[in-house]
């Protein structure tokens, strides 16, 4: 406790006291709470914000037990294998290559699944990356203090962690393509869920981040799918 309080110290006061102003709002504070009423201050308590523990606070710590033993479990064989899968989603490059691959070999299905895939990691990258992420603002995990090993590790991305870009595009893509080539979207899916893993297994993301952005690019792919098709619809009625 006494280095927390430290930081009180270059106020000039004892370092167990609070700055002048702080220490008299709570002093304010208390004497006005004390002058109401009793079942006032019953009200007020129960619309108080809750403390900063209980589900969520336990939600917290299964991500990081998760996240630990994932970074503690030796697997030298597979560190390379989602070490690469990880770098190729970099940029959706691996989901580019898919979509160029559905459309020349997988007829018109394939070029449909090809456009709905990528509109649907345009529309989702743009969502989470301008709009989730800096509403998220969590800091990316710290693999030294989890000794995750460096032959598993990539380049750490400046953004923020929550939620995982890779994760919500993989997902995207995969949902995009299946809704036009289901055939096509089990192995993607299969992709997409590994790309998602590896961001964990290298360390520079949490459990949460990328369940959060799996769930996110799903949401958004199928709202991206259903005004496409509705564009396609009055295409083909003009």
């Given at each position: 406790?006494?280095?927390?309080?430290n930081h009180a110290a270059p106020c000039g006061r004892h370092p167990g006291h609070l700055p002048q102003p702080v220490g008299r709002h709570f002093l304010e504070l208390g004497q006005?709470?004390?002058?109401?009423?009793?079942?006032?201050?019953?009200?007020?308590?129960?619309?108080?914000?809750?403390?900063?523990?209980?589900?969520?606070?336990?939600?917290?710590?299964?991500?990081?037990?998760?996240?630990?033993?994932?970074?503690?479990?030796?697997?030298?064989?597979?560190?390379?294998?989602?070490?690469?899968?990880?770098?190729?989603?970099?940029?959706?490059?691996?989901w580019i290559a898919s979509a160029a691959v559905l459309a020349t070999i997988g007829g018109p299905g394939g070029r449909r699944a090809a456009v709905n895939g990528l509109a649907s990691?345009?529309?989702?990258?743009?969502?989470?990356?301008?709009?989730?992420?800096?509403?998220?603002?969590?800091?990316?995990?710290?693999?030294?203090?989890?000794?995750?090993?460096?032959?598993?590790?990539?380049?750490?991305?400046?953004?923020?962690?929550?939620?995982?870009?890779?994760?919500?595009?993989?997902?995207?893509?995969?949902?995009?393509?299946?809704?036009?080539?289901?055939?096509?979207?089990?192995?993607?899916?299969?992709?997409?869920?590994?790309?998602?893993?590896?961001?964990?297994?290298?360390?520079?993301?949490?459990?949460?981040?990328?369940?959060?952005?799996?769930?996110?690019?799903?949401?958004?792919?199928?709202?991206?799918?259903?005004?496409?098709?509705?564009?396609?619809?009055?295409?083909?009625?003009?």
């Open positions: 406790r006494g280095r927390v309080l006005r709470r004390a002058r109401l009423p009793r079942q006032a201050q019953h009200a007020e308590a129960r619309t108080a914000l809750p403390e900063p523990d209980g589900w969520w606070a336990e939600v917290n710590n299964l991500d990081l037990a998760v996240y630990a033993a994932i970074a503690a479990t030796p697997t030298p064989t597979l560190d390379g294998f989602f070490r690469g899968l990880s770098r190729a989603a970099n940029n959706s490059k691996l990691v345009a529309v989702t990258s743009a969502v989470v990356n301008l709009v989730l992420k800096p509403l998220g603002r969590r800091h990316r995990p710290d693999r030294a203090t989890h000794h995750v090993p460096i032959t598993r590790q990539v380049t750490m991305p400046r953004t923020t962690s929550f939620p995982s870009g890779h994760a919500a595009s993989a997902s995207a893509f995969a949902t995009g393509v299946a809704s036009a080539a289901p055939e096509a979207g089990i192995p993607v899916s299969t992709a997409a869920t590994l790309v998602a893993y590896s961001r964990v297994h290298t360390g520079v993301h949490y459990p949460i981040d990328v369940i959060a952005g799996s769930l996110t690019g799903e949401a958004l792919a199928l709202l991206t799918v259903a005004a496409l098709a509705r564009r396609r619809r009055r295409r083909l009625d003009g």
